[in-house]
């Protein structure tokens, strides 16, 4: 598949052979954020950067940002809420989604 | 030319399967499929073919074992009947969009209850929308050939579709048929080796049989419709080359003393031998009978059904299953969805007949000639009869 294109641009002529995904690791051009009713909101004064919401992410979507707080990729973050839950700092609070 | 000789048409069939040079064959026996696989054990066994025989635990297993093995570019061949086609039902969805072609003949058998394991064709009925190409043969030369054809079809790099090759259980499978079996050199030249384009392989990794969402499945659909309707040109092709070098030329429809004829019977698969005969009974006694007989049922032959129909005034369709509670015969009712549009389409009238191994006699065909010009046109439920069910 061609992964310069969403999934909403592919038409049926863009199918590969009988669906075959033939570039690995393409999955992450999906984007699963618009699953989301839910999204993380942060307060990182209270963050130590122990990276435990990193961990416990199901969808592997948080990582170090430019300060070095962890923060969720809202391009895959479902909104389910463990990061809020696991944080041992209470950076996290989840407010309703409204895109 | 090749030598002809009288062979059963169930080890015909694994003949072509080890001429093709067949690579793996999965398969679970069932009858009347079971001469079929049981050949090609011994042949594997002997070490007359070599190949990988997978003895599976099931039908289900078979199928998905089948998939395996082309997804790696091995050239794979199974069989299969009635129930055991059914256990694999939900795989040969899987094996045409997912574009692996696994060649599959299949020895038609009425599905139960009550168990019956004789002849019918409810079980290629039940397959229909599958997505695989579907040959119906009739005789034991035309599934021999035809095996040696569906290899070529689906491997085919603009084809790459599974394809099954239908041939009636008992009627075909377990007769004696002279059969003319080619030399070697002449299959391997016909049927090029087969190298799948994005094969299964550790140095380049895919993933195959993903899944897709809403925004997706439809355009993995679409396209996987306008590949099995664009398959049709190479099947025609892939006929064209097998007369040049053999000399049998195979159609979608093929017509049996058609010239003028004001009645024409269509049959599928090994009806059209007795309906052959059926027809020139009539055409001495005066009678404008013609028949055609159907042999590609997927992609299916609209443009040539419309000019085999020609100009006849009545079409009588002739099934070996039935639709419950439906419109008729699945033949029945497609053909006459097909011809629908048609300006001058003929009263087209459906029978279905010879289920779970009842003979349809050459007596039997007549029979149907004249009940159908006795049918009164009066709505759907008139427009098809089961055929000598006792009263």
């Known amino acids: 598949m061609n992964a310069r294109k969403t999934e909403a641009e592919y038409t049926w002529k ?29 307060t990182f004064s209270r963050c130590i950067k122990c990276g435990v919401c990193a961990l416990y992410c199901p969808e592997g979507c948080i990582g170090p940002n430019a300060d070095s707080h962890f ?16 944080c041992p700092t209470g950076v996290i609070g989840m407010a309703d989604e409204e895109e | 030319m ?5 062979m059963e048409v169930s080890l015909a069939i694994a003949e072509a ?40 635990e099931s039908e289900h297993s078979a199928m998905s074992a089948c998939l395996g093995a082309v997804a790696t570019g091995a050239r794979t061949f199974t069989a299969t009947a009635g129930q055991g086609l059914e256990l694999m039902h939900e795989v040969l969805y899987v094996a045409s969009a997912m574009r692996l072609p696994v060649i599959m003949s299949v020895a038609n058998r009425a599905l139960s209850s009550p168990l019956n394991v004789w002849g019918d064709q409810s079980d290629l009925m039940a397959v229909r929308d599958t997505g695989w190409i579907q040959i119906i043969c009739e005789n034991g030369q035309e599934a021999y050939d035809n095996v040696l054809c569906a290899f070529r079809i689906g491997e085919d790099k603009r084809v790459l579709l599974p394809v099954m090759v239908h041939v009636d259980g008992f009627y075909l499978t377990h007769v004696v048929e002279p059969i003319e079996i080619p030399e070697q050199d002449k299959v391997n030249h016909f049927l090029p080796s087969f190298s799948y384009p994005l094969p299964l392989d550790p140095d380049k990794p895919l993933t195959m049989g993903a899944f897709a969402p809403p925004i997706l499945f439809s355009e993995a659909k679409k396209a996987q419709e306008v590949n099995l309707r664009a398959a049709k040109p190479v099947i025609l092709e ?27 019977l269509l049959t599928l698969g090994s009806f059209g031998e007795t309906a052959m005969a059926a027809v020139d009974k009539l055409r001495d006694a005066g009678q404008s009978v013609g028949l055609l007989k159907l042999r590609l049922w997927r992609p299916f032959p609209f443009e040539e059904l419309r000019q085999t129909v020609g100009r006849a005034e009545l079409l009588i369709v002739i099934d070996r299953a039935l639709s419950f509670g439906g419109p008729g015969g699945p033949a029945f009712s497609e053909i006459r969805s097909a011809l629908y549009s048609e300006k001058n389409r003929p009263r087209i009238l459906g029978f279905v007949g010879g289920l779970g191994g009842r003979d349809l006699t050459v007596a ?5 000639v004249k009940r159908a010009q006795e049918m009164k046109p009066s709505g759907a439920e008139q427009e098809f009869e089961m055929y000598g069910v006792r009263e």
């Open chain 2, 2 to 6: 090749g030598k002809k000789v009288g």
């Open chain 2, 17 to 56: 399967a080890k001429m093709a040079n067949t690579d793996v064959v999965a398969a679970y026996p069932i009858t009347p499929q079971t001469h079929i696989v049981e050949r090609l054990a011994e042949l594997v066994a002997n070490g007359e073919l070599d190949a990988e025989y997978i003895p599976v």
């Open chain 1, 71 to 86: 923060e969720a990729d809202l391009f895959w973050c479902k909104g389910c809420g463990i990061c809020a839950r696991e």
């Open chain 2, 364 to 368: 039997e065909f007549e029979g149907m």
């Open chain 1, 14 to 42: 863009d199918m590969e052979i009988g669906c075959i995904v033939a570039e690995p690791g393409s999955s992450q051009y999906y984007r699963t954020g618009d699953w989301r009713s839910q999204v993380p909101r942060y």
């Open chain 2, 238 to 264: 892939c006929w064209a080359e097998f007369a040049k070098a053999f000399g049998r030329q195979y159609k979608p429809i093929e017509q049996y003393r058609t010239e003028g004829a004001k009645i024409l």
